[in-house]
């Protein structure tokens, strides 16, 4: 489903991303993991394509077709799908308008006519229900005085709206108590299908005792420097991430 | 040579002929605005709350003046067939500058309230006329004293003492011309106390490819405890040239809300100048502009504290793109002697391109203790986060930029005390946004990610 090559990307001239290599299949969940700055998020962002980074090397195939060579509505219009670390307050625009738009955009992608007003609200029920998103919510602006916990339900509720093939999950967990946690986890889980593939982005292991992922992989320095099942994520718990680093950093010294 | 002296020498030539087609109320004053205008100038690009408008320039053409009052004929189902039909209003029209009437209307209002023509006033209508015309535009004001001297037609709305007025009394200002044309409209509006009256005025433009220069003052008496909202919606051509000075007395516990919409201009120069002058009483003044093209929209507000305990709350807001200038000028004075005085001032402004220009001047002037007060002012673009989350999400950047478009008008939009007005507002910023706004009258836009604001 997703082929990452050699990627490199940098912001404002600083390289961040070293040359990624990551290929993802339909029905896996890989987890990637790593201490702070190690470009995680700089990949789901240039996966989603962010304005803000530049690719400056190698390529990604989303479903056969190049995916940095198409916008980032036309990327979400294929499948993919970013779940914000920071989810973006938007004052003024309703929740619903702001779904409504997304979902005809991408039927209009699909030359499909636009949902009629009860259809959309009917199918906004349904998924509201996914992850216990209050009615209030969905009627208030985007993102506006949610809580943190309630701005990654909503990320969680758009995702079960828009049906992607591929999901990236930035540090969904983080800002979130056990119980949000819990309920974000389970509508991810929910959402999960053999013809979709979820990639988890996280500093810790706890959100994985949840979504249980296929394959681990450890981020550091812009390269993905070890790859291994989800018991790499119990042993990095168990010893955080200074092994690895001496390990790489030794083995770049030779 | 000032513009002024084309007028002053032109009333000196056909004045017999100007009063002749006016009434005795609007005549009674011209000689005092001709003495007014005698060595005075329009201000010019540069001077104080003139900065970026040229009034000078704008008055300087030699339009025509329709002096005998020769009938025109203006359609008026045409304007409404897009935009604001279903709301349910005491409708009256102005063609140019001339009182229309409306013939139906007059039967659904209250028992005392007058809406009718300053020029063919009854006897009833004179003595009202006679009582504020002129009272509160002041004649040394060059724009109120050339309106005053010209005018021969406008509209009085009078609402008597304790009398609601429940439907919203729309007037519409429609102008038509196969050639240049300089209009001069008069209104005077009287809410007497605890009286409460709403009304809506919307100013379009039937023949766009002719120039105008459209000039109104506007007189509000609002007595002791009375309510009045006043939206005034334009939503012209880009050939026609406003200015437009409103001005407004505020007798105590009053409460007036004020509500400019720019939507499709060519020149516009609006004065909003109130003066508070009883205590207790509550002004909310909002402006919104949307300009693309060449447009210019230049908004100068003035709210006068003259006593205390009084409340005022104003918020201007700008979308520019393309080339259009915006410009606002906004003063607050708390006089001497007014405590417990609140009073907010914000102007908040988009520049969707690189090239639109906004100009900011925000001024407080406080000469009390003991009060409340804040000003400020921000020019920005769309906020560039907000737009690659929608992106994310599927939507296209042209509607991402028209969501957030819309979305930074919404507060002036709520501010809107008329639920029927302000679902059609936001239809009609929407329209304006996604570039349909004209769409019975010429559609062609084409949409593409670059051009934000679209013209008809």
Known sequence: MLEINDLHAQIEGKEILKGINLAVKAGEVHAIMGPNGSGKST???????????????????????DLLAMSPEDRSHEGLFLSFQYPVEIPGVSMVNFMRAAINEKRKYYHQEPLSASDFLKLMREKRAVVELDNKLASRSVNEGFSGGEKKRNEIFQMAMLQPKLSIL????????????????????????????????THYQRLLDYIKPDFVHVLYKGRIV????????????????????????????? | ???????????????????????????????????????????????ENYEMSDLDALYAPDYGLNIDRLEVAADTDEP????????????????????????FAQGQLPSGVIVASLRNADEACREIIARHYGTVAPIDDPQVALNTLLAQDGILVYVPAGVVVEKPIQLVNLLRANSALMTNRRVLIVIEAGAQAK????????????DFLNTQVIEVVVGDGATFDFYDLEEASERTHRVSSMWVKQAANSNVLINGITLMNGTTRNNYHIDIDGTHAETRLLGMAIASGSQHIDNHTYIGHNVGYCHSNELFKYVLDDDAVGAFTGKILVAPGSPRTEAYQSNRNVCASSRAKMYTKPQLEIYTDDVKCG??????????????????????????????????MSDIIDGVRLDALKDRLRHLVEKRFAGTLAQCRSCAASQSCHSKIKKK
């Not at chain 1, 070890?226 to 010893?239: F, I, Q, R």
């Not at chain 2, 002296?5 to 004045?15: I, M, V």
């Not at chain 2, 067939?81 to 500058?97: A, E, G, Q």
């Not at chain 2, 994310?392 to 478009?405: D, F, K, V």
Request: charged content about 20%; some cysteine.
């Open chain 1, 43 to 65: 990949l789901a962002s240039v996966l989603a394509g962010n304005p803000a980074f530049t690719v400056t090397g190698g390529t990604v195939t989303f479903n056969g077709k």
């Open chain 2, 375 to 408: 000003h400020g002012s921000t020019v920005g673009q769309l906020d560039q986060d907000a737009m690659f989350y929608m992106q994310t999400r599927g939507i296209s950047c042209h509607e991402a930029r028209t969501l957030l478009m819309q979305a930074f």
């Open chain 2, 80 to 103: 409404f067939r897009c935009d604001v039909p279903n709301l349910s209003t005491s409708l009256y029209y102005i063609f140019n500058d001339s009182y229309h009437g409306s013939g």
């Open chain 2, 1 to 47: 040579m000032s513009a002024i002296t084309q007028y002053t020498d032109l009333y000196r030539e056909l004045g017999s002929r100007i009063d002749a087609a006016s009434s005795p109320a609007l005549n009674a004053l011209r000689p005092a605005a001709l003495a007014a205008l005698e060595g005075s100038k329009l201000p010019t690009k540069g001077d």
């Open chain 1, 170 to 201: 930035d540090e969904t967990d983080s800002g979130l108590d056990i119980d949000a946690l819990r309920t974000v986890a389970g509508g991810v889980n929910k959402l999960k299908t053999e013809n979709n593939a979820t990639i988890v982005i």
């Open chain 2, 199 to 210: 009304m809506l005025v919307c100013d379009h433009t039937q023949s766009h490819d002719v």
């Open chain 1, 226 to 254: 070890k790859t291994g099942g989800p018991e790499l994520a119990l042993v990095l718990e168990d010893k955080g991430y200074d092994w690895i680093k001496q390990e790489f950093d030794e083995s770049k010294g030779k």
